[in-house]
């Protein structure tokens, strides 16, 4: 499976930004997509994730009620729709697959800057 971030760029804080995720390969196995983040110096971090039917999104605590992660399944593309945006949440966004049965994120993407000016 292969996954490509795209989307990022330069915002002003309380502005949006649209990221998408399209994925090519064998999708088959496939049962989660997830978006991470990550700063220097910090652990990567959860964001949110959706099954690949597109149900059950969840996200974390810090972007609820801002970001919203959806599917498109004839394009294969996953989306994280950020409003609201906030200076803490600078980072570069990689979006990430995992296969049905497994716990772990197998699949990474390369990764697109997001940087929120105050």
């Known amino acids: 499976v292969q996954l490509q971030a795209s989307g990022g760029g330069l915002v002003q804080a309380g502005g949006s930004l649209r990221l998408s995720c399209a994925t090519s390969?064998?999708?088959?196995?496939?049962?989660?997509m997830g978006w991470f983040r990550q700063t220097p110096g910090k652990e990567r971090e959860f964001v949110a994730a959706?099954?690949?039917?597109?149900?059950?999104?969840v996200y974390t605590d810090s972007v609820k009620g801002r970001f919203t992660i959806s599917r498109d399944n004839a394009k294969n593309t996953v989306y994280l729709q950020m409003n609201s945006l906030k200076p803490e949440d600078t980072a570069v966004y990689v979006c990430?697959?995992?296969?049905?049965?497994?716990?772990?994120?197998?699949?990474w993407g390369q990764g697109t800057q997001v940087t929120v000016s105050s």
């Open positions: 959706i099954n690949w039917s597109g149900g059950s999104p």
């Open positions: 990430a697959a995992r296969r049905a049965g497994e716990t772990n994120y197998r699949y």
């Open positions: 390969g064998r999708t088959s196995s496939t049962a989660r």
